[in-house]
């Protein structure tokens, strides 16, 4: 059996904001869980928070102060995404840029991958 090799990219702004956000809740070991779930107008939605522990079967990716796990059902979904944080006029969010989306909604909040 072939073993498939995946991978999830996170600039340095997002780390520095997760790891901000972390430390003003008082989360030593932060583990960001991201997930796709299904929902919203094109199919699936991405779904972000802090969690306690790895499960069993989580893809972990390590980057200086933090770990992303993501479970096994998202992570084809997400291979190959960057996680980044951006400002601009508006303020500042996180965004998921994902080579595998072939579809999003006009609310850019739901996406569909082909």
Known sequence: MQQVTYNFFVTDKAVQEVTRIARENNIAEPILRI????????????????????????????????????????????????LDYVMDFMGGGFTIRNPNVTRSCGCGNSFSCG
Not at 49 to 59: P, V, Y
Request: aromatic share 14%; with cysteine; hydrophobic share 40%.
């Open 35 to 82: 997930r796709v779930v299904p929902g919203g107008c094109s199919g699936f939605q991405y779904a972000m928070g802090f969690d306690d522990t790895i499960e069993e079967g989580d893809i972990v990716f390590e980057y200086p102060g933090l770990k992303i796990a993501i479970d096994q059902f998202s992570m084809p979904y997400v291979n190959n995404a960057e």
